[in-house]
């Protein structure tokens, strides 16, 4: 069953912490119809928090991470309460076209193929990278140096469809393929590097980054098939409305702010909505 992510919940389960200043909802006339919304004056968000700093659960149990800042000050623009569905990626899709949520919110990485299908904004910089297990000891410093080693990533993401990839072009340069295991999240992905389950995990350059400043995993390749993150919405509306609140948020300095205080780069070119008219 999906569990629904309400402020309240998350307030009562920090048990009565103050929630960020961004959650506040003013009393205010919302931006958006309620006929392109999943639940009345509600922005509903799917994310998978096991993406840390972009996306995670605190020990208390409370959303954490420069997309879920976003999402929030996003629905306090709108005028509408923002509400979180926590879900593996590879239901995002196909529950954002049965209209179990309005947006995702997980920095999905852009395709013109995914723009045919949904409603997308480019708005954040990204890139592929492999983390190693600790102290890299089978010394990986080039795409070929994973010949023949298993290497875990998230199922049915832009990261998977990029370790394919380079595995083929290893292929092609007369090296052996890699030894590719999905999980269903990158977490779980990265528990089986500690656990010597895997050689070296593929994911994104900013958890990455994180898991390597925590002395983790470091990260040994980065900057990998750079394309920009979206947002993806099925309601051309409401996404027009988020386009707008980026553009007013980049105006105002608050959307360089915030990437700022999580090193991540804003997507060049405005926050134009591409996908079906």
């Excluded at 149990?61 to 005028?79: H, K």
């Excluded at 196909?94 to 013109?112: C, H, K, Q, S, V």
């Excluded at 998977?160 to 992905?189: C, H, K, W, Y």
Aim: hydrophobic share 45%; proline share 6%.
């Amino acid at each position: 069953m999906l569990r629904r992510i309400t402020l309240a919940a998350l307030a009562a389960a920090s048990m009565g912490a103050a929630l960020p200043a961004l959650a506040q909802v003013p009393a205010c006339q919302p931006r958006v119809p309620d006929s392109e919304l999943v639940k009345p004056r509600t922005l509903t968000m799917s994310t998978n928090p096991t993406l840390p700093p972009l996306q995670s659960v605190d020990s208390g149990g409370q959303l954490r991470g420069m997309r879920i800042d976003l999402g929030n000050e996003i629905a306090r623009r709108l005028c509408l309460t923002p509400e979180y569905v926590r879900i593996e990626f590879s239901a995002m899709v196909p529950g954002l076209a049965a209209r179990r949520w309005d947006m995702i919110n997980t920095g999905i990485f852009y395709t013109e193929e995914r723009a045919r299908m949904m409603q997308m904004i480019r708005y954040e910089n990204n890139a592929v990278a492999i983390s190693a297990a600790r102290g890299n000891p089978l010394n990986i410093a080039r795409q070929e140096d994973l010949a023949g080693r298993t290497v875990g990533v998230e199922l049915g993401g832009f990261e998977e469809r990029t370790l394919r990839a380079m595995s083929q072009a290893i292929q092609n340069g007369g090296g052996r393929p890699i030894n590719i295991r999905t999980f269903d999240n990158f977490a779980v992905a990265f528990q089986a590097l500690r656990a010597g389950q895997v050689e070296a995990v593929t994911s994104i350059d900013a958890v990455a980054a994180e898991y390597d400043q925590r002395g983790d995993f470091p990260r040994v390749l980065h900057g990998i098939n750079a394309t920009p993150a979206a947002l993806a919405f099925r309601s051309r509306p409401l996404a027009q409305e988020v386009s707008k609140v980026l553009t007013e948020m980049m105006a105002d300095g608050s959307l360089k702010a915030l990437f700022d205080r999580y090193g991540v780069g804003i997507a060049e070119g405005g926050f134009a909505v591409a996908g079906p008219q």
